[in-house]
T-cell receptor
């Protein structure tokens, strides 16, 4: 069984640019959640996708957007990058959206904004 | 809103010592509770979970019991190894999203 994978591993961008991060969910999972983890902090929820629809969103501006595809893989897009967007971006997949459904995390994408 | 408060680190221990990391939560409903572990340069790995009051989660020698009366989910291990050195995160899920604590860095010395 393949776990959650993310690409790329590392990325360096400059302020004002746009970035797309990708995530492949674990086999059998239909839900993908994205989190931002700043250095030395706990992950913060960005949004969740369930069967290609956004199921919930955290306190992030609209320049953070996402997609989920029919195979349940997902993209996170960030426009107009700011220095504070430098972080580890984590994707997690689960078999449902409920509170008891365990979210399994990928290795993350380290984004550096210069 | 829902939140998690966990013991501040860093925590430094000798091998075979007893480890406890305190975690308390605030939630309006009846959340599921989780401990995740993050090794250097990696993503999060699920360590254990509990979905209702008095449930005990356990894995790899780690244990935590869901205490509704004290709104706590403290992590314990009786004898730590150098390989347990990592950052540990307590988290809750009351609906669909995880809310994490700030993390506790644990270093185990041989």
């Amino acid at each position: 069984e393949t776990g959650v994978t993310q690409s790329p591993t590392h990325l360096i961008k400059t302020r004002g640019q746009q970035v797309t991060l990708r995530c492949s969910s674990q086999s059998g999972h239909n839900t993908v959640s994205w989190y931002q983890q700043a250095l030395g902090q706990g992950p913060q929820f960005i949004f969740q996708y369930y069967r290609e629809e956004e199921n919930g969103r955290g306190n992030f501006p609209p320049r953070f957007s996402g997609l989920q595809f029919p195979n349940y893989s997902s993209e996170l897009n960030v426009n107009a990058l700011e220095l504070d967007d430098s972080a580890l971006y984590l994707c997690a997949s689960s078999s449902g959206t409920g509170g008891t459904d365990t979210q399994y995390f990928g290795p993350g994408t380290r984004l550096t904004v210069l | 809103g829902d939140s998690v408060t966990q013991m501040e680190g860093p925590v430094t221990l000798s091998e075979e010592a007893f480890l406890t990391i305190n975690c308390t939560y605030t939630a309006t409903g009846y959340p599921s509770l989780f401990w995740y572990v993050q090794y250097p340069g990696e993503g999060l790995q699920l360590l254990l979970k509990a979905t209702k009051a008095d449930d005990k989660g356990s894995n790899k020698g780690f244990e935590a019991t869901y205490r509704k009366e004290t709104t706590s989910f403290h992590l314990e291990k009786g004898s730590v190894q150098v390989s347990d050195s990592a950052v540990y995160f307590c988290a809750l899920n009351d609906d669909y999203k995880l809310s994490f604590g700030a993390g506790t860095t644990v270093t185990v010395r041989a």
